[in-house]
């Protein structure tokens, strides 16, 4: 059985290295901005039992759109099911005409500032918002899509 999650990244990354610190400074900014707990969403797929996900997003860290398989520890990540039985579908076509698209560094601005998303390129939150079916993806950080979500769950 396929399980279609909405996953929230709250952990803190460790260590000192420049680029290290730098994913930290970059996580904590988006916090900042976005008053939320969150730094990065992703949609991850579950197929069967293993402990991995498949995951898909616009990655700061990984330069743009792509897909990887990743576990998610719950100390980092929280989890929210995605109900819609065609979310799978929607993220796989999403992806398929994305894949590779560049990191949108000014549209993720945007989430917080008047500014215009650079088009064909993504940032997280607005990937995952328009893969989830969403009206005007480029509106949405990872808290907002975690609100709207959770709030969606308890109705």
Same mark, same amino acid.
């Given at each position: 059985?396929?399980?279609?999650?909405?996953?929230?990244?709250?952990?803190?990354?460790?260590?000192?290295?420049?680029?290290?610190?730098?994913?930290?400074?970059?996580?904590?900014?988006?916090?900042?901005?976005?008053?939320?707990?969150?730094?990065?969403?992703?949609?991850?797929?579950?197929?069967?039992?293993?402990?991995?996900?498949?995951?898909?997003?616009?990655?700061?860290?990984?330069?743009?759109?792509?897909?990887?398989?990743?576990?998610?520890?719950?100390?980092?990540?929280?989890?929210?099911?995605?109900?819609?039985?065609?979310?799978?579908?929607?993220?796989?076509?999403?992806?398929?005409?994305?894949?590779?698209?560049?990191?949108?560094?000014?549209? $993720? =601005? &945007?989430?917080?500032? /008047?500014?215009?998303?650079?088009? !064909?390129?993504?940032?997280?939150?607005?990937?995952? #918002?328009? $893969? =989830? &079916?969403?009206?005007? /993806?480029?509106?949405?950080?990872? !808290?907002?899509?975690?609100?709207?979500?959770?709030? #969606?769950?308890?109705?």
């Amino acid at each position: 059985m396929t399980r279609v999650y909405l996953a929230l990244y709250k952990g803190r990354k460790r260590g000192t290295s420049p680029r290290e610190l730098w994913q930290r400074l970059m996580d904590w900014a988006v916090r900042i901005a976005t008053r939320g707990q969150y730094s990065h969403c992703e949609i991850a797929v579950k197929h069967g039992f293993t402990d991995d996900y498949h995951c898909y997003s616009a990655s700061l860290r990984d330069g743009g759109v792509r897909s990887k398989t990743m576990l998610l520890p719950a100390d980092k990540w929280d989890l929210i099911p995605i109900r819609d039985a065609e979310t799978h579908e929607k993220v796989w076509a999403l992806y398929q005409t994305t894949q590779g698209a560049k990191y949108d560094y000014i549209g $993720a =601005l &945007g989430v917080v500032l /008047p500014v215009r998303q650079v088009a !064909q390129r993504w940032f997280c939150s607005e990937w995952c #918002a328009k $893969a =989830l &079916g969403l009206g005007q /993806p480029e509106k949405y950080s990872p !808290q907002a899509l975690a609100d709207l979500f959770q709030a #969606a769950w308890k109705s």
